[in-house]
Nanobody, 118 residues
């Protein structure tokens, strides 16, 4: 089993920055990909950014150039640095830890609220 806990959400004005953190515990050696998803009011959950164990990253087009995901394998932590925030970034952000082998499993945090005021 893997547990993940997010921190770092809050209220920020448009143009501001926030950094989210996600700490994983348990069978962390089994984690392949860690990522951030978000769910805005009335919308489906979407991938924001993800990073593999080797450091390969992927981003949603809407956040490219503004958000940066990084991973500290030694401390089983993933970060999401969010700059130039927009009101459309307002959502609950969820951390995900994905195990791919021997069978695919996803572990989710409870989420952290990010609110960007205009």
């Amino acid at each position: 089993q893997v547990q993940v806990v997010e921190s770092g959400g809050g209220l920020v004005q448009a143009g501001g920055s926030l950094r989210l953190s996600c700490a994983a515990s348990g069978r962390t050696f089994s984690i392949d990909v860690m990522g951030w998803y978000r769910r805005a009011p009335g919308k489906q959950r979407e991938l924001v950014a993800a990073v593999s164990r080797s450091g390969t990253t992927t981003y949603a087009n809407t956040v490219k150039g503004r958000f940066t995901i990084s991973r500290d394998n030694a401390n089983n932590t993933v970060y999401l640095q969010m700059n130039s925030l927009k009101p459309d970034d307002t959502a609950v952000y969820y951390c995900n830890a994905a195990v791919l082998v021997p069978r695919s499993r996803d572990y989710w945090g409870r989420g952290t609220q990010v609110t960007v005021s205009s």
